[in-house]
């Protein structure tokens, strides 16, 4: 498990138990003091320029700057794969969960974020979910309902812009379809992009991906038409060229 | 090469028998012009200070207002212009209003007596730096009055262990002062900058000029209450000290004085001990004074100036603060007697003429 | 041994004990519940003569949840997470010590790989803990630019954390039977990137503060909390042990793996604010030390040993557990009637005792000296008034 390509520089002493100044602020004078303090006094103010020396060294490398200018830099943050964001629901590829409506993640729940609904089939006498509702103003994060689902119906994701300005919009209502609609997975014609586009994506692809293909299978089919026109528009000069003798040809002649 | 101090006020004077209204209107503009520089260069130190500081501590700072944030201080004031101006009940409301009113004329007035430049100067008096010392003292008043009649503990904590520190650190900055007065033989700002045509009085006075510039920088930094020596406002002692219960526009004239001062200090410290508006010469060498004379002098002020500011933003961003009974052990029992010492021995150069370039 | 209680208002309109032979007036101040310095809503009534502090009582209660009695209402698993929100700095530890109670109590197997993860996870977050207090310490001594370096480099372990746990404050990590989740894949890499990265910049907060002369003429000298006052007051963690205490229950009753690696506990001689600041410090570097030596060698094997839907059951009877968090001895007393839910739950933290030193240190000193004093225990609000 060890990475060797990182070198490991040796640990640093620890600080001096007591870096003597010899008490020049605190405690007597420094030249009425017998001890020999008026070296600390230096030495104390040494260690005030050691102190600028570290801050001015920052000032003069700005690529040391950690700040992270948000809004803009999107495209590039990534968040990790298990950050606790927003809880959601696994989708099959076909868009199915596998919610059975046990109750055991509602149960474990510790502060009554998770609500579910649903009824009896009386025909097969199983349970069907109506809505699984989970309030993202009470939920504290913690995870238990992921791990105690014996299903594997539920993932917290890393879609952390979740504020909006109305508290009841914090209420979500989980196993509603997350994909592309039907209309928009018609126009996909590649049964494996179809496929793709109905798994859970990334937090940051959004439409963006569905819409990417869309515009690429029409730049496609607009390629092919221009294709198609070249080639009539060959066809016909050269059939204009065996009917009709070049004008130039005349003219030399 | 030698300069030609002409101050706005003697302009006026020279208008004023021939065509008083035109010199009332030089007043006036002058006045709007003090004015207006002490309001952009109030903000162009808010932003500069807020971009260094961030830079010091690897962040970038302000960057949304304007291109990296450049209207942040405009947007700010703004703010602050627009905020519920708030006297508490229990305040002494005309003491209220007054403090920052107090705190701002105390370094307005100290604005007109800067030479910036041979011909950027509003008045030069001939007791140019008793009258600085004597009216940047006026600012404690302000502070005092400020955290007094706002009738909080917290304010008057502040306010006391303003006037405590300000009024010792005069002391010791005054004695730095007199070393240079010593040296250059006038009270007058435009006079001491005339006399360093031979060289900076940082240098030419044998360690004594050094000695000097840095008991005036500590004091001066006491005086204006930065870091290390914050602890009229200190943050996390006394929330925000003397100006505690200031909201709004008052809250600004605190802020906006408190900024300026730092302006006026780097001032004073680069007319005194950095030759002011004069350029770097070295004695007689006509070559380089000539080098050096090609810069404009009040390039030169501006320049020394700056660096006067940054170093000040330098302490403050690195240094925590002092605690009070050491800033006063430091003044009373280190600067004081330092000072006093380093007096003697300039004023027996001065006598001795054992000096650089001596006349 | 009788105990004197006194109110909050008994004392203010006693008599005042002004010693000056000037005229003056004892006068108190409250600092907080809204105060940059008390991190957080903790009041402290002051008792003032002029800038000498000769009285300080803290006043709590002001973010009390009762986090004990929510726990009655809930099964084990659920108390877990609930502990994140005590000592939000020590989360791990907080989650560890409450797992401990109970799987001691319900007798719950762990192995190597699971202990091991616990252990490394909580001496980061001691790291990550201490790392921010030296940044606030710096600020509440006046200087700004610590508590960004702190809070930068407290950042790489949170993006560590987020990895393998996917949160960087309230972890809810470390779980009775086992810990959420198995390390990241790529934990063992970026510690040893980020130890690699901490160390010059311990030689860096040296230089600016440790080395630093304002610091050592406010911090020398000022706070002395004697070892016998600290073992009578109950402090635990750099408080106890700047006093010359050397009591570290990852020493004295090993926990996890620490009884399988080398490390010191750095001990104090005067116990003053100074001693604090440089035990921590020096814990710090102790806290590499155990994570090098562990890091390499994570054992094998599985990371959660029980259903975790499973119902845990506890035996009837009184239980206790301890550990060593970032601030001191976090002790879990859990009394159970044999039910899924604790009938009581009692938490000794170590900040709640840790406070109280602040009357003992704070008499006589400044205003000034009261902000180093508060900053050096090290205090977190939320695990006072729990």
Redesign the interface.
């Given at each position: 498990?060890?990475?060797e390509s990182?070198?490991?520089?040796?640990?640093?002493p620890?600080?001096?138990?007591?870096?003597g100044?010899g008490?020049?602020?605190?405690g007597p004078v420094p030249w009425i003091d017998k001890s020999g303090a008026v070296g600390g006094v230096f030495?104390?103010?040494r260690?005030?320029f050691?102190?600028m020396?570290?801050?001015v060294g920052y000032l003069m490398r700005p690529s040391t700057v950690?700040t992270q200018q948000y809004p803009e830099n999107r495209e590039t943050l990534k968040?990790?794969d298990?950050?606790?964001a927003q809880l959601a629901f696994n989708h099959d590829a076909n868009g199915y969960h596998k919610c059975t409506m046990c109750r055991?993640c509602e149960e474990?729940c510790?502060n009554v974020s998770i609500i579910i609904t649903g009824r009896e089939k009386p025909a097969v006498s199983k349970k069907e979910l109506d809505s699984f509702v989970w309030r993202l103003d009470s939920c504290?994060?913690?995870?238990?309902c992921v791990?105690?689902c014996?299903f594997g119906v539920l993932r917290?994701d890393g879609t952390f812009e979740s504020s909006v300005y109305d508290r009841r919009l914090l209420a979500y209502t989980l196993n509603e379809y997350a994909g592309p609609v039907a209309s928009v997975l018609e126009k996909i014609e590649d049964p494996d992009a179809r496929k793709a586009a109905m798994e859970p994506r990334d937090p940051y692809g959004g439409h963006a991906v569905i819409e990417a293909l869309i515009v690429k299978q029409k730049a496609k089919k607009v390629a092919e038409k221009a294709a198609r026109e070249a080639a009539r528009v060959a066809r016909v000069a050269a059939k204009l060229a065996a009917a009709v003798p070049p004008p130039e040809a005349e003219n030399a002649g | 090469m030698s300069w030609q101090v002409k101050t706005i006020a003697q302009r006026t004077g020279d208008l004023l028998p021939g065509s008083p209204w035109t010199a009332a209107l030089y007043v006036l503009l002058t006045i709007l012009a003090v004015t207006a520089f002490v309001t952009v260069a109030g903000l162009v130190l808010i932003y500069a200070e807020r971009k260094i500081?961030a830079h010091?501590?690897?962040?970038v700072g302000p960057m949304r207002v304007g291109w990296h944030g450049v209207l942040q201080s405009i947007a700010d004031a703004i703010k602050l212009l627009m905020k519920e101006d708030i006297v508490p009940r229990d305040a002494d409301a005309l003491l209220h209003i007054l403090a920052p009113v107090l705190s701002f004329a105390g370094m307005l007035l100290v604005m007109i007596a800067l030479p910036m430049s041979p011909s950027l100067q509003v008045a030069d008096m001939n007791i140019g730096v008793l009258y600085v010392t004597a009216v940047s003292g006026l600012g404690v008043l302000g502070i005092l009055l400020g955290g007094w009649s706002s009738n909080n503990?917290?304010s008057l904590?502040g306010a006391m262990?303003a006037g405590a520190q300000i009024i010792s650190y005069e002391v010791s900055a005054t004695l730095a002062l007199l070393v240079v007065v010593l040296f250059a033989g006038t009270l007058q700002l435009s006079g001491i900058v005339q006399s360093q045509d031979t060289g900076w009085w940082i240098w030419r006075a044998h360690g004594c000029g050094l000695v000097a510039f840095a008991i005036f920088m500590i004091a001066g930094t006491a005086e204006i209450n930065r870091?290390?020596f914050?602890?009229a406002e200190?943050?996390?002692?006394?929330?925000a000290g003397f100006h505690t219960e200031y909201s709004g526009l008052r809250f600004s004239f605190f802020f906006l004085s408190e900024f300026l001062n730092m302006f006026v200090l780097a001032a004073m410290a680069s007319t005194l001990f950095l030759g002011g508006w004069m350029p770097l010469h070295i004695g007689h060498f006509a070559a380089l004074n000539g080098v050096m004379d090609l810069l404009p002098p009040g390039l030169w002020f501006a320049l020394k100036t700056t660096a006067i500011i940054f170093l000040i933003m330098w302490f403050r961003?690195?240094?925590?603060?002092?605690?009070?009974?050491?800033l006063m052990r430091l003044e009373w029992k280190i600067l004081l007697p330092i000072g006093f010492v380093n007096l003697f021995v300039s004023a027996a150069c001065v006598v001795t003429g054992f000096y650089f370039f001596a006349r | 041994m009788s105990v004197h209680v006194s109110t909050l208002q008994a004392r203010i309109s006693g008599e005042s004990t002004a010693s000056s032979p000037l005229s003056t007036e004892e006068?108190f101040?409250n600092m907080g519940p809204q105060?940059?310095?008390t991190h957080g809503v903790l009041r402290l009534v002051l008792r003032l003569d002029g800038?000498t502090v000769r009285e300080v009582v803290p006043v709590l209660g002001y973010i009390h949840r009762g986090i004990e009695k929510m726990g009655e209402h809930?099964n084990y698993?659920?108390f877990v997470?609930?502990v994140?929100r005590m000592d939000y700095l020590s989360a791990l530890a907080n989650n560890w010590a409450v797992t401990m109670v109970v799987e001691k109590a319900a007798k719950m197997e762990t192995n190597e790989r699971i202990e091991a993860i616990r252990t490394l996870v909580c001496e980061l977050q001691r790291i990550q803990s201490h790392l921010l207090w030296w940044g606030v310490f710096?600020?509440?001594?006046?200087?700004?630019?610590p508590f960004?370096?702190g809070l930068?480099d407290r950042?790489q372990i949170c993006d560590i954390f987020?990895?393998?746990?996917?949160?960087r404050l309230?972890m809810?990590y470390i779980?009775p039977g086992g810990v959420?989740?198995d390390i990241?894949p790529e934990f063992?890499?970026d510690v040893?990137?980020f130890?690699?990265y901490l160390?010059?910049k311990?030689?860096?907060y040296?230089?600016?503060?440790?080395?630093?002369?304002?610091?050592?003429?406010?911090l020398?000298?000022i706070g002395r909390l004697s070892a016998a006052r600290a073992i009578a007051l109950g402090a635990t963690g750099p408080v106890l042990r700047a006093s010359g205490v050397a009591h570290d229950l990852r020493k004295s009753e090993p926990y996890g793996l620490y009884a399988q690696v080398d490390f010191d506990v750095?001990v104090g001689?005067d116990g003053d604010c100074?001693d604090r600041y440089?035990v921590r410090?020096?814990e710090i570097?102790q806290s590499?030390?155990i994570i090098?030596q562990l890091i390499?060698n994570?054992p094998e094997g599985k990371t959660?040993l029980v259903k975790?839907?499973a119902k845990i059951k506890v035996p009837a009877g009184i239980h206790y557990s301890h550990l060593e968090t970032a601030r001191g001895v976090l002790g879990v007393l859990l009394v159970s009637n044999g039910k899924e839910s604790p009938y009581r739950i009692h938490c000794r933290t170590p900040n709640f005792n840790n406070l109280w030193c602040i009357g003992e240190m704070a008499t006589g000193g400044?205003?000034?000296?009261l902000?180093a004093m508060l900053s050096s225990i090290d205090i977190v609000v939320p695990d006072i008034d729990r």
């Open positions: 498990m060890s990475d990182i070198a490991v520089p040796e640990l640093s620890p600080p001096e138990k007591h870096v100044t008490g020049a602020l605190a030495k104390g103010i260690s005030l050691t102190g020396k570290i801050t950690v968040l990790p298990r950050f606790r055991i474990a510790p504290t994060f913690c995870n238990t791990i105690v014996p917290f | 500081a010091f501590q690897c962040r503990k917290w904590l262990r870091t290390p914050d602890l200190g943050e996390s002692e006394l929330t961003w690195t240094f925590p603060r002092l605690r009070v009974d050491q | 006068y101040v105060h940059p310095s800038e809930g698993r659920q997470h609930l994140d710096g600020m509440d001594l006046g200087g700004f630019t960004f370096y930068r950042e987020e990895k393998t746990i996917g949160a309230t809810n779980q959420m989740f990241h063992v890499k040893k990137a130890l690699s160390k010059p311990l030689v860096e040296d230089a600016l503060l440790t080395e630093n002369v304002i610091i050592q003429e406010r020398r000298g750095p001689t100074w440089w410090m020096e570097r590499i030390r090098e390499d994570i959660f975790p839907a400044r205003i000034g000296d902000v």
